[in-house]
């Protein structure tokens, strides 16, 4: 039988890791139930993970495809628009579900013992969930403006959304533990990631950024997974460069530091008086 | 560990930093100091002041299919030594080990999430206590049937009343096999029948081999569910020992007369109530001035069962009063009353005298092992309805052992408070069935 051992210093990172691979059951089940009560009460049920990316889609479309005319590279505003959407939200999303994964759960976590990173972990797959959605609806519009879904997309999408899970849940994971005690990082998450919005090319094409700014452009993690999605749906060119590397480094480490930063927080959580 | 052993703990502590709001304007470095002490335990001069232990070196082993209780004040520590063995926080000192899958119910309906349906949230409890879905599915129409909602099991759980709740999260931490179950106060909610059921299962689990923790402020539970109990007090344990002995112990602290035991056995059997005041019964007609216990060979804090028994007390009314009564509890441990005797239930008397002795006498004390409480009470009369006027509560305390009542086999505790002498007859009927 197993014995289990308690001591003032509590499981390592690897430790965590290795629990959530065992109860991952468990960890569906979080994910279900979440996805289950969001929807349940709603009338619209599941419709809503489809139509409010819809309606912005077609807000910005108006206001900066057709009204400002921002440079799009030729392609349709609203398709451009959306295919950097889906990646960008996706990252935004996960983050803050991540970020604050701890602190919705609090009522859970200090009554029942189980290996908290199930609930980051959760949190990134149900965000999946809802973009999968999505990109069902972005084939819908791409396919109406007459861009078919491509090869590259069906394979390269989940890859890409997998990478953009993974730095969502490092830097999310590098909030959710402070979150806990100082609710104000949340919002000041959400205003980080808006500004990030700006800075990377989700409302413009990157191609009108002067040249001598591309490479530091370029160092903005989004800025790949975004024109990855470009690529594969409006087959817009790609060109390699090193920040692509440096931005992977970045990733790795941030995810890391997360898992540090969270292992470390949440055996304090339960104790905050 | 040893095999045998499904509990062991050693040393252990639990400290919080207590936040000082006293002064408003600290400055922002205090503040930060406060915070930065808080989350990495560094930073400026460790004032003992800013800590709280809210358990403080607590060890003790529980071995397989024991049931353990722990009792203690509110506050003792016992909810956070639940925690720390269920591991949703770390102790800050020592360490335990235990052995099996735990199943903690810390609180009503843990784990239960409001919208989803009975029937979704026993899978999530079960997965919480570390079992697979398919393990879940094989006891679900057990549980079921054991918390008796089965009408409402697909209805979300918000839905249920505080009584379906606590009987289905507590089928699901039962039933589910965990090898340490792991109770915090979850027997006071629920109605008559749900105690008799859970008290029921609680045995059986332990009959299986699985390890019970169980915490209670139901002194009978405690007693004559538990082969052991522990008492906190103030995060420190002070006693280990068999449940009637550690009930003692808890109400001797819970009554503010210290953690050493005291031996009501080394008690003058006179005491001074003269001066005896209660918060709750203020001695606004002080009457009952002294009482004194004796047993059949003269004062004494120890008596026999079927033994004669004595009370003798002195009063002094500060005014006469007639008709009036004089009253004796006699409680057992726990507070229950075991019997109450009236002035004028012998003979009728009803007057007194202004002050004097009187003596209650017993011929044959009826009660059998443990401890005892007697109470006073004086009062007046006034058509037929007692008004009282004078009251001691726990005016002193009394052992009555068995002896040789019962000849050369004694009844084992906790099986009554009362000795009765029964005559049994073999042969009065012939046919088995009910005719006969």
Known sequence: ?273 | MSSELAIWCEGLGKRYLVPHRQVEATSLMEDLRDHLKEYTGLAGRDESADYFWALKDVSFEVKQGEILGIVGKNGSGKSTLLKILSGVTEPTTGRARLRGRIGSLLEVGTGFHPDMTGRENVFMAGALLGLSQAEIRSHFDEIVDFSGIERFIDVPVKRYSSGMYVRLAFSVASLLRSDILILDEVLAVGDAAFKEKSEKIINRIAHDGRTVLLVSHNLSAIRHMCERAIVLNEGRMIADERPDEAVRSYLQVVHDEGEEKIDIRTLPPRVDISERDDEDYPRTFNTLKWAEISGPDGPSRTLRTGAPMTLRFGYEMPELVDPCYFTVFVLNDVGDRMFVSYSYHDQDQMSFPKSGVIECHIDALPLLDGAYTIELDFGRLSEGDVRYLDFVPRVLEFMVEQGDYFGARPLVRNQGNFAVRTRWKSGVGSAVGIDG
């Open chain 1, 1 to 273: 039988m197993n014995v289990r051992t308690i001591d003032a210093g509590r499981q390592g990172v690897l430790a965590q890791i290795g629990e959530v691979w065992k109860q991952h059951e468990l960890m569906f089940l979080f994910v279900r139930r979440h996805i289950a009560s969001r929807y349940r009460q709603m009338a619209l049920g599941g419709l809503w993970a489809v139509l409010e990316p819809l309606a912005q889609l077609l807000l910005m479309s108006v206001v900066f495809g057709f009204l400002l005319r921002v440079q799009s590279n030729d392609y349709p505003y609203a398709v451009f628009l959306f295919s950097a959407m889906i990646p960008w939200q996706h990252f935004g999303r996960t983050t803050m579900a991540v970020a604050g994964s701890l602190q919705e759960n609090m009522a859970l976590i200090s009554k029942v013992y189980f290996p908290r990173l199930i609930l980051p972990v959760s949190a990134v797959f149900r965000e999946l969930f809802d973009t999968g959605l999505q990109i069902l609806v972005l084939i819908g519009v791409a396919a109406w403006f007459g861009y078919y879904p491509s090869l590259w997309l069906l394979v390269g999408a989940p890859i890409v959304l997998l990478l953009v899970s993974l730095a969502g849940l490092g830097l999310g994971l590098c909030a959710a533990g402070v979150i806990v005690r100082y609710r104000d990082v949340r919002p000041f998450l959400g205003i980080a990631l808006q500004g990030g919005m700006y800075i990377s090319p989700v409302l413009y094409a990157a191609s009108i950024v002067p040249e001598r700014f591309q490479f530091l452009y370029q160092l903005n993690p989004m800025y790949w997974p975004i024109e990855a999605f470009r690529w594969m749906l409006l087959g817009q060119a790609m060109k390699f460069s090193w920040a692509l590397p440096i931005t992977a480094i970045m990733v790795v480490l941030l995810l890391v530091i997360g898992l540090v930063l969270f292992t470390i927080n949440e055996r304090k959580t339960v104790d905050v008086l």
